[in-house]
T-cell receptor, first 115, second 115 residues
Framework: ETGVTQTPRHLVMGMTNKKSLKCEQH?????MYWYKQSAKKPLELMFV???????ENNSVPSRFSPECPNSSHLFLHLHTLQPEDSALYLCASSQDGRVEGNTIYFGEGSWLTVV | AQSVTQLDSQVPVFEEAPVELRCNYSSSVSVYLFWYVQYPNQGLQLLLK??????LVKGINGFEAEFNKSQTSFHLRKPSVHISDTAEYFCAVRDSGGSNYKLTFGKGTLLTVNP
């Protein structure tokens, strides 16, 4: 039990599909994050939401669309992805994205394969 | 801009041997430093962090790390490893001031503990 729950854990989708990844945190945090983890590359920050407001978009292609309806939930909507988008997508949360030194807690990730 | 270099992509050791995983960073400002561990098929878990104060930081599972400002390093050590320590370890850095609250990760070091 990590406090940050991601579903689905595994997803296979075609390049023309539309799917969504879901993240829920049970820690009472106010900041939520999406990271991408590809083989042999550092973790890449994709999006940050702080108090439901998007505060960071790290030049992510528009085929990835985040949604944060409240501080506990974060979605990543996927549309017309490419095979190179196959990766582990990690959701994370922290108490307040603006406070330096806040510990970031990660979920177990969603493995995405684009075929 | 910050960057993190983990000098070894893989470190094989025998059980009960000591281990050091190396991490160097570059930043134009003061930083906070973190080590995360990722066990197979799981998300990232915080091992330890340096925010301020004593440069020797103790974390979970018997790990410790030492912040060396002059060498811009934050190496992770454990005096005696167990099979269960087999995992990927990530060093991360975050600016300690301003509004930049992003974590920058290294590429990771795969620690394999052999019997």
């Amino acid at each position: 039990e990590t406090g940050v729950t991601q579903t689905p854990r595994h997803l296979v989708m075609g390049m023309t599909n539309k799917k969504s990844l879901k993240c829920e945190q049970h820690l009472g945090h106010n900041a939520m994050y999406w990271y991408k983890q590809s083989a042999k590359k550092p973790l890449e920050l994709m999006f940050v939401y702080n108090f439901k407001e998007q505060t960071e978009n790290n030049s992510v292609p528009s085929r990835f669309s985040p949604e944060c309806p409240n501080s506990s939930h974060l979605f990543l909507h996927l549309h017309t992805l490419q095979p190179e988008d196959s990766a582990l997508y990690l959701c994370a949360s922290s108490q307040d994205g603006r406070v330096e030194g806040n510990t970031i807690y990660f979920g177990e990730g969603s493995w995405l394969t684009v075929v | 801009a910050q960057s993190v270099t983990q000098l070894d992509s893989q470190v094989p050791v025998f059980e009960e041997a000591p281990v050091e995983l190396r991490c160097n960073y570059s930043s134009s400002v003061s930083v906070y430093l973190f080590w995360y561990v990722q066990y197979p098929n799981q998300g990232l878990q915080l091992l330890l962090k340096y925010l301020s104060g004593s440069t020797l930081v103790k974390g979970i599972n018997g790990f410790e790390a030492e912040f060396n400002k002059s060498q811009t390093s934050f190496h992770l050590r454990k005096p005696s490893v167990h099979i269960s320590d087999t995992a990927e370890y990530f060093c991360a850095v975050r600016d300690s001031g301003g509004s930049n609250y992003k974590l920058t990760f290294g590429k990771g070091t795969l620690l394999t503990v052999n019997p």
